[in-house]
Each structure stands twice: as C-alpha cells, then as structure tokens.
C-alpha cells in the first residue's frame, strides 16, 4: 500500500511522457539514399527507406535504416499517414529523382502536417515539378512549404555532403532564427531562446501530482 511504501504519507508521482523519436523518411534507393540513412540517425530519427523496386531495397548499405520498404512510395506514405504513423515531427525526403514517382509523392506529402519536405532535383526539375504539381490542383500556398531543390548551398558534391546540407536543412527549418550563415558572423549569443526551446519541444516536462515526501518516489514511465 502507500501508507506501507511512503511510511504513512502519501507518495510523490513523478509522471515523464515520453515521446517516440520523430521519423524520416527517405525515398529513393540510390547513392544519396544511402548516405542520407546515417546522417538522420545520427541526429535521433526513427529512419525509413522506401523504394519501390525490391531489388534496390534489399542492398546492405542500406541496413541502418529502422525500416527498409518495398513499395510505391505515394502509396507507402499515404498508408502511414491514415495508420497515424506520422505526425508535424516527421520529415519527408523524396530523393528519387524521377517524377512517376515524385509527383504522386509530393501531392500526398503537401496534404500532410510535416515538419520539414524537401525534393532532389536541379531548377529545371524544380520548375517542371511545380507546373505538374499545379496542374493536379496543388494549392500554389502549400508548395511554398516545398523545399526544392533539397539541401543547403554548401556546394557540396559527393552523396555524403548532399545528406549534410539536407540535415543541415532539416535542423534549420526547425527554428525561425536560424540563419544558415557562419556563428563568426552572428553578433549576440550563439543559441538563441527560441533555439533552445525548439530542441527541447519533442520532450514535455514531468509533472508531480502529489505533494512531495523525502525521498520516497514512484516514477511513471508513458
């Protein structure tokens, strides 16, 4: 009982939620797929990759993803999506490069409360995705959200710098204040409190619900 446990007095709860890691799903089994998986690992994601040919998946640079999945990428998405598999913590990256597979991505992706979507391609592909994602009846308001060509300007180059400047990408877009320019540059103090609070949003603070006794403690794990 708690009158046994606390010695008489009520025991103190110590409630901590805790939330899962937020996930990153990158489609596209290809060079910049593989260095991408990594990378967001690196920075606490929950990774998926989803290609879909079979044969491209099962290679085994790509055994650090959390989830390797074979299967149309729009379709995959939309799936986790009505599963409540995603939420606005989650971030898209369509490396696939090919617009039968990107344009049907997009426009499922567009409908979705995202964090962050970002799509590989050069400003001319940029350009024609807009127009093929305009004439599906796209609203031109949700494509501002679309960050394309994926990635930073950091001139990078091999598959290893493009998965930088992408992450680079991701982690800016997580607060306003971030500027992309070199800290030397920056007058004031580096890490701003907005910064601050946005890397500690994903974990909500516990809450006591009783009145505190000694050092008697019952923590609760959600």
């Not at 103190?12 to 690992?41: I, M, S, Y």
């Not at 567009?110 to 962050?116: F, K, R, S, V």
């Not at 807009?130 to 599906?136: F, H, N, T």
Request: charged share 20%; net charge neutral.
């Amino acid at each position: 009982s708690a009158e046994a446990y606390c010695g008489g007095e009520p025991p103190t709860l110590l409630v901590e939620t805790r939330l899962p890691p937020p996930r990153l799903l990158v489609f596209g089994a290809n060079d910049f797929g593989a260095a991408l998986v990594p990378q967001a690992k690196l920075l606490g994601y929950r990774v998926t990759l989803c290609d879909a040919r079979p044969a491209f998946v099962q290679q085994p640079r790509f055994a650090a993803a959390d989830d390797v999945v074979a299967s149309w990428p729009h379709r995959y998405l939309a799936g986790e999506a009505a599963a409540g598999r995603l939420d606005s913590r989650s971030v898209v990256c369509v490396l696939t490069h090919d617009p039968k597979f990107d344009i049907p991505l997009l426009d499922t992706a567009l409908g979705l409360d995202l964090a962050y979507l970002g799509a590989m391609g050069s400003q001319r592909s940029h350009r024609q995705r807009v127009r093929d994602l305009l004439a599906k009846g796209v609203d031109p308001q949700d494509l501002a959200r679309l960050h394309s060509p994926i990635g930073l300007d950091l001139q990078a180059v091999t598959p290893a710098e493009v998965a930088v400047s992408i992450m680079a990408q991701v982690i800016a877009s997580r607060n306003s204040a971030a500027t992309g320019q070199p800290l030397s540059e920056r007058s004031g103090p580096i890490h701003s409190p907005a910064a601050a609070a946005a890397a500690h949003s994903s974990r909500p603070p516990a809450v006591v619900l009783s009145r505190p006794v000694n050092e008697d403690r019952a923590l609760i794990h959600i």
